[in-house]
């Protein structure tokens, strides 16, 4: 929970943050916007992961969420080191939490699984998503060819069949 600021008109129990702290269960860290074959299956990789998720702000900044919860909330959903808190906690303001300001989504885009990303991805990014699936073949062709080649050398160290000794001449 951010900063259960209690307010004096409403009771604790009223307050936005009470019973929430869903500000307390998940790490978001800024990346780059994906523009090469590599970062766009960074962003599948990630997304393939549970408690991955990733979204993009209406600023078009780019985020990876980790959804995990702070070893410091309490069970009854307080912070534990209120007075020591990070700043990054004490400058988030429930005022301003997508739980309450609900005029607009809280992303522009979000997404929790690969499939549902590729979907997008090949619906508004077309032309990239033409390349990035090229490029996803020629590695998977490429892995298949390398097998059949650890294959081929395998079977080639295989001992010959046994030697038969030449029959004896009768004396
Ligand atoms: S700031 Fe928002 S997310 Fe955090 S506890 Fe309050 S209402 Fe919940
Ligand atoms: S330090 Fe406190 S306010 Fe910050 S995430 Fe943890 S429980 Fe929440």
């Known amino acids: 929970m951010a900063e259960l600021e209690l307010l ?3 009771k604790e129990s009223e ?15 800024e ?4 523009t090469t074959n590599k970062e766009y299956d960074y962003v599948v990789w990630y997304l393939l992961h549970q408690g991955v998720s990733v979204f993009v702000d ?17 069970e009854n959903g307080l912070c534990g080191i209120y007075e020591t808190r990070p700043a990054i906690c004490r ?15 809280p992303d522009k885009w979000s997404w929790t699984e690969a499939d549902v990303f590729l979907t997008w ?10 390349k990035f699936d090229a490029y996803r073949q020629k590695k998977q062709r490429k892995a298949e060819e390398k097998e059949l080649q650890r294959v081929k050398v395998k079977i080639t160290d295989l001992p010959g069949p046994p030697v038969e000794a030449p029959p004896t001449s009768p004396s």
């Open 58 to 74: 209406w600023d078009n900044n780019w985020y990876i969420q980790f959804q995990t919860r702070c070893d410091k909330l309490t």
């Open 121 to 130: 991805f090949e619906r508004k990014r077309p032309k990239a998503f033409k």
């Open 31 to 34: 990346i780059d916007e994906p």
């Open 15 to 29: 307050h936005p943050c009470f019973d929430c702290a869903k500000c307390c269960n998940y790490v978001a860290v």
């Open 8 to 10: 004096p008109i409403i």
């Open 91 to 105: 400058d988030f303001d429930w005022r301003e939490c997508e739980q309450h300001v609900k005029e607009e989504a």
